[in-house]
């Protein structure tokens, strides 16, 4: 015991000289050892292994020492004693780039503040450029006025159609094909990470099989990979996901499935079959992967009406003002008097060339559709807010055979959806309403199913639907192959209603699914936004806490995740993040934004 102590003592002695040694010698210098080191953590290096207790140490943007103790001096020591060490989250499929036009949103705070050090993006098919911008300018741009996550970009499919074909419904010509082709190939060669369809949207939805084999073909030869919104998330699914497969297999190309799931009640369980075509695919060598967010309802904008249009108007009376009626009136006017009111509105200012040479290229009829969208959304007009709308809809209910047909519609419309169990109330100025189900509404208000909806409907409620069911997340969450993607946006602050995905889908995955569930483990969560989505994006140098990786650094909080966002209340940043690196730089202090925007745009290296 006695020369325990002794040893001890003669070991903090030497350990003392060894620290004030290097102190003196840097004094000299006056340079630390490290920019910052990171004590007494628990690190998750990004692999299925548990956690382990080590210091990390960090020098000009790269992770340079992992190991029990650290010893030396740092420009700055962060303590996280009790919190968890981990690399930085990859966001496999964002929409950001819309809000990231906007100087405000460049950070991306949301994402920070879930500990999101990188993001892709010009998903589903749909990115800002060519039509807005070169990528080469975006890429600029962003790397010289600073962004906060890392970038890397994919191009849209329906942009390079649209540019080519308009929107037309109909297959490239060859020469229309080359085109298409020539567009991808720039974009790679200006250091895009490969292809994005959205197979869904129009015009992406009039691409043939054979057309996306094409231009993906491209991106092969630069290791570029396929992200696809698959061509039906409901039904078709089985179709969809073979479809994606086979794309990958006549290209060359790895393809990654987005927002994978299946949607509407009648089809939930069908992600089963899906995995089976994955993993048969898988087994013969073919590179498929997919990403998840954790929620059981989708869309940007989930909010829904309970009541079907066709109930709401009925099907003789007259359809109020539509889209149509809109676009008349701006047929009256000249292009450049269509162009002088769309610079007018235009959130892009000033309007890049390439901008002012789409407007210019664009046929009329599309033209007067853009600007008459970009002025007036009809869609703004209808609803229960609408007098004339609701006076014509009450009077319909004042006739018993009218009200029972009504009745009708709105009780089919919604068995078919979820089914009542699965509406959920978002906002409602009944508060103790906001979080129930239109079931449970029913009850409270002893009212039938359909008579709960359209009072529900007539007091401005917004509802979301529940599309994906819990068995799905989780039997899809635990595939190894399956990372994380929270297909959020950055939206204005407090501005309109989004899913609350953008402001927590990754301290959510954590808390729920693998603390308090425990539907898989902790580091199968963490692998599953780290080390995964880096080797599906071909990165070597991110993704992982180990020395010579770039320093994408979450210190996380685990005790006190706090994921406050609600249906009720979207837009609440998440809690939890103690400290976030990006390439080295101190991004997230004590939880508050530093105001630094170290993110870099990731081109694709050239293999
Ligand atoms: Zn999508």
């Known amino acids: 015991m006695k020369s325990k102590v002794f040893y001890f003592s003669i070991l903090l002695v030497l350990g003392f000289l060894c620290l004030t040694g290097l102190d003196s010698s840097a004094q000299t210098k006056n340079v630390p050892d490290y920019d910052i080191v990171i004590k007494n953590g628990k690190v998750f290096d990004g692999s299925l292994k548990p956690a382990i207790k080590?210091?990390?140490?960090?020098?000009?943007?790269?992770?340079?020492?992992?190991?029990?103790?650290?010893?030396?001096?740092?420009?700055?020591?962060?303590?996280?004693k009790g919190f968890h060490v981990t690399p930085g989250f990859i966001d496999l499929h964002t929409h950001v780039d819309e809000g990231m036009y906007f100087p405000e949103n460049r950070s991306c705070l949301n994402y920070l503040k879930q500990g999101v050090t990188s993001i892709i993006v010009g998903q589903c098919g749909s990115s800002a450029w060519p039509i807005f911008e070169k990528a080469e300018d975006q890429m600029n741009r962003w790397s010289e006025e600073g962004i906060g996550p890392n970038a890397a970009?994919?191009?849209?499919?329906?942009?390079?159609?649209?540019?080519?074909?308009?929107?037309?419904?109909?297959?490239?010509?060859?020469?229309?094909?080359?085109?298409?082709?020539?567009?991808?190939?720039?974009?790679?060669?200006?250091?895009?990470?490969?292809?994005?369809?959205?197979?869904?949207?129009?015009?992406?939805?009039f691409g043939k099989t054979d057309e996306v084999i094409e231009l993906v073909k491209v991106i092969a030869p630069y290791g570029g990979i396929y992200h696809t919104h698959t061509r039906d998330e409901r039904d078709k699914l089985l179709d969809a996901v073979k479809e994606a497969v086979e794309i990958s297999e006549s290209s060359g190309a790895p393809v990654h499935i987005s927002h994978f799931k299946v949607m509407e009640k009648p089809n939930w369980g069908l992600v089963r079959e899906a995995c089976v075509i994955i993993e048969e695919a898988r087994a013969r060598?073919?590179?498929?992967?997919?990403?998840?967010?954790?929620?059981?309802?989708?869309?940007?904008?989930?909010?829904?009406?309970?009541?079907?249009?066709?109930?709401?108007?009925?099907?003789?009376?007259?359809?109020?003002?539509?889209?149509?009626?809109?676009?008349?009136?701006?047929?009256?006017?000249?292009?450049?008097?269509?162009?002088?009111?769309?610079?007018?509105?235009?959130?892009?200012?000033?309007?890049?060339?390439?901008?002012?040479?789409?407007?210019?290229?664009?046929?009329?009829?599309?033209?007067?559709?853009?600007?008459?969208?970009?002025?007036?959304?009809?869609?703004?007009?209808?609803?229960?807010?609408?007098?004339r709308e609701r006076t014509l809809f009450l009077e319909r209910m004042d006739n018993p055979e009218e009200a029972r047909k009504i009745r009708e519609q709105v009780r089919t419309y919604i068995e078919n959806m979820v089914g009542p169990e699965n509406f959920i109330v978002g906002i409602c100025v009944e508060k103790n309403l906001e979080g129930k189900s239109l079931k449970q509404v029913a009850a409270m208000k002893r009212k039938s199913i359909e008579d709960a909806a359209i009072e529900l409907e007539l007091m401005g409620a917004r509802c979301i639907p529940l599309r994906m069911c819990e068995d799905d997340i989780e039997y899809i969450m635990k595939k190894d192959y399956v990372g994380t993607g929270s297909d959020g946006t950055a939206p204005f602050y407090g501005i309109g209603l989004t899913h609350i995905r953008s402001y927590s889908t990754f301290l959510h995955k954590i808390k729920k699914y693998a603390l308090e569930r425990k539907t898989v483990s902790l580091s199968h969560v963490i692998r599953s936004q780290t080390s995964l989505p880096a080797q599906i994006?071909?990165?070597d140098d991110r993704g992982w806490i180990k020395e010579g990786y770039k320093a994408d650094i979450v210190v996380l909080d685990l005790k006190n995740i706090i994921t406050g966002t609600s249906i009720s209340n979207p837009h609440v940043y998440s809690e939890g993040v103690k400290y976030l690196l990006i390439n080295g730089e101190l991004v997230l202090n004590r939880g508050k934004w530093t105001g630094k925007l170290p993110g870099e745009v990731i081109r694709l290296k050239k293999s």
């Open 537 to 539: 994006m071909n990165w």
């Open 285 to 387: 060598g073919i590179q498929v992967t997919v990403d998840q967010y954790p929620y059981r309802f989708s869309s940007g904008y989930p909010y829904m009406s309970l009541i079907p249009s066709s109930a709401w108007r009925g099907s003789e009376n007259d359809e109020g003002l539509t889209s149509k009626d809109i676009e008349e009136i701006f047929d009256h006017l000249r292009d450049l008097q269509l162009i002088e009111l769309y610079k007018k509105v235009t959130p892009y200012i000033p309007l890049s060339e390439h901008h002012q040479q789409f407007l210019d290229e664009l046929p009329r009829k599309r033209l007067v559709r853009r600007v008459a969208r970009s002025l007036i959304s009809a869609g703004n007009f209808r609803g229960p807010g609408n007098a």
């Open 54 to 80: 080590a210091d990390v140490a960090v020098k000009d943007g790269i992770i340079v020492k992992i190991t029990k103790s650290i010893k030396g001096t740092a420009a700055k020591v962060i303590n996280a």
């Open 153 to 205: 970009l994919l191009i849209g499919h329906g942009m390079v159609r649209q540019i080519v074909l308009g929107m037309e419904d109909r297959e490239p010509t060859p020469e229309e094909l080359e085109r298409m082709k020539g567009l991808v190939k720039k974009a790679m060669e200006q250091g895009a990470h490969g292809l994005s369809t959205g197979l869904i949207y129009e015009p992406g939805s």
